[in-house]
């Protein structure tokens, strides 16, 4: 009789451990969504029955009209994916100047949240987009002070756009302003040389 009670115990304990585990797993794969001021947190379930960690803010997001009361791996992503997005886009079509740090971690958040290969590829393609005109602009920049240390800096930051998923007509662009700055830097090479004063020898007596 004693064994079958400390079996029939043994047995509860484990029923009882493993839904402990279950309800654990549970909780820890759902998410919540808190309206707070100046935006929404998102907040992950504990490895426990209960209670919850602060997972991400998301500022200036209005509370979804069909919000849930709570929500899985899966939506949450989408839910972060579609705001970054947005928000990376309203931000570029501002006017004014733009903030590219800020612009950079939406999109970067909005890669990271993304479930699909092709909504990896168009905010890689927006990242790439914004990496060429940057790029560009640098260029430009120290082009315009035409010393060959600047026109060296330069053609690095062209041929570093010329790396990004770039289409043809933006490559073959490219390819003739590196090919103009290696031209310009040949020939300040070559009247840095001409220009050189000979060396003076001494004549023996």
């Given at each position: 009789?004693?064994?079958?009670?400390?079996?029939?115990?043994?047995?509860?304990?484990?029923?009882?451990?493993?839904?402990?585990?279950?309800?654990?797993?549970?909780?820890?794969s759902s998410y919540y969504i808190k309206e707070v001021d100046g935006g929404i947190q998102v907040w992950q379930g504990r490895f426990a029955p209960m209670g919850a960690k602060l997972y991400m803010e998301l500022p200036d997001m209005k509370m979804p009209e069909n919000a849930q009361s709570s929500y899985f791996k899966d939506e949450?992503?989408?839910?972060?994916?579609?705001?970054?997005?947005?928000?990376?886009?309203?931000?570029?079509?501002?006017?004014?100047?733009?903030?590219?740090?800020?612009?950079?971690?939406?999109?970067?958040?909005?890669?990271?949240?993304?479930?699909?290969?092709?909504?990896?590829?168009?905010?890689?393609?927006?990242?790439?987009?914004?990496?060429?005109?940057?790029?560009?602009?640098?260029?430009?920049?120290?082009?315009?002070?035409?010393?060959?240390?600047?026109?060296?800096?330069?053609?690095?930051?062209?041929?570093?756009?010329?790396?990004?998923?770039?289409?043809?007509?933006?490559?073959?662009?490219?390819?003739?302003?590196?090919?103009?700055?290696?031209?310009?830097?040949?020939?300040?090479?070559?009247?840095?040389?001409?220009?050189?004063?000979?060396?003076?020898?001494?004549?023996?007596?």
């Open positions: 009789m004693e064994k079958k009670i400390k079996y029939g115990l043994a047995g509860i304990g484990i029923l009882l451990l493993l839904a402990l585990i279950v309800s654990s797993t549970m909780n820890k949450i992503y989408m839910l972060i994916f579609s705001f970054c997005q947005k928000k990376a886009d309203s931000m570029i079509e501002q006017d004014g100047i733009l903030d590219f740090a800020k612009i950079y971690e939406y999109l970067n958040n909005a890669k990271k949240y993304a479930l699909t290969k092709a909504d990896k590829k168009t905010v890689q393609s927006r990242i790439d987009a914004i990496d060429f005109t940057v790029l560009q602009y640098r260029a430009d920049t120290l082009i315009g002070n035409n010393t060959p240390e600047d026109l060296e800096k330069a053609e690095g930051y062209l041929e570093k756009a010329r790396s990004l998923k770039i289409n043809g007509f933006q490559k073959e662009m490219l390819d003739q302003k590196i090919a103009h700055l290696k031209e310009r830097l040949d020939k300040i090479e070559t009247e840095k040389t001409e220009n050189k004063p000979a060396v003076e020898t001494d004549t023996a007596h």
